[in-house]
T-cell receptor, first 116, second 118 residues
């Protein structure tokens, strides 16, 4: 079946602009995660959704970052007033159920965001 | 303190030989899971292998095995019979399963770049 998809694959924007990054998880997966991967580093957790609600947003760096998942499927990560330091690859992952001892997260290909 | 430490930024291995990628972790949870992911230059994260903290046997998946030493808090990945296609970044990750991580998000190390020489 189809994996996790993310659009756009690349996004170039100017400092101060607003951007939206979309994630389409594997059908039926209730848990959805956003991670950010800066150049040369491992992914860092941003936010986790269980269904429609953000169950853990402790990784969001500041209030310029916001994410929604209104119908419990597709999620959008929104970044306001972008800064050059926001440049990174934004990865989305989904899993069939959180809170299970073994629960693989399936990752999408990521969106490479470049803020000029 | 870093929760996941990968001390080898880069590793070379000759094709067909085995290689060990190091990973140490830090947690006070009794229940946790350890994962290894491969990230080729194309960018996707590919799941390789999983080890649960209560698993007594080391995990194996084809050419991948995980050398789990709980007392030392290490979870090294062993790749046998390296292939050119194994050249990629490799990330060790941990999922703590205690109360404070109900969502089970992953914490990643900084990665190791593996280069397989023909």
């Amino acid at each position: 079946g189809a994996g996790v998809s993310q659009t756009p694959s690349n996004k170039v924007t100017e400092k101060g602009k607003y951007v939206e990054l979309r994630c389409d998880p594997i059908s039926g997966h209730t848990a959805l995660y956003w991670y950010r991967q800066s150049l040369g580093q491992g992914p860092e957790f941003l936010i986790y959704f269980q269904g429609t609600g953000a169950a853990d947003d402790s990784g969001l760096p500041n209030d310029r970052f916001f994410a929604v998942r209104p119908e419990g499927s597709v999620s959008t990560l929104k970044i306001q007033r972008t800064e050059r330091g926001d440049s990174a690859v934004y990865l989305c992952a989904s899993s069939s159920q959180a809170g299970v001892s073994y629960n693989e997260q399936f990752f999408g290909p990521g969106t490479r965001l470049t803020v000029l | 303190a870093q929760k996941i430490t990968q001390t080898q930024p880069g590793m070379f291995v000759q094709e067909k030989e085995a290689v060990t990628l190091d990973c140490t972790y830090d947690t006070s949870d009794q229940s946790y899971g350890l994962f290894w992911y491969k990230q080729p230059s194309s960018g996707e994260m590919i799941f390789l292998i999983y080890q649960g903290s209560y698993d007594e046997q080391n995990a194996t998946e084809g050419r991948y095995s995980l050398n789990f030493q709980k007392a030392r808090k290490s979870a090294n990945l062993v790749i046998s019979a390296s292939q050119l296609g194994d050249s990629a970044m490799y990330f060790c990750a941990m999922r703590e399963e205690g109360y404070n991580n109900a969502g089970n998000m992953l914490t990643f190390g900084g990665g190791t770049r593996l280069m397989v020489k023909p």
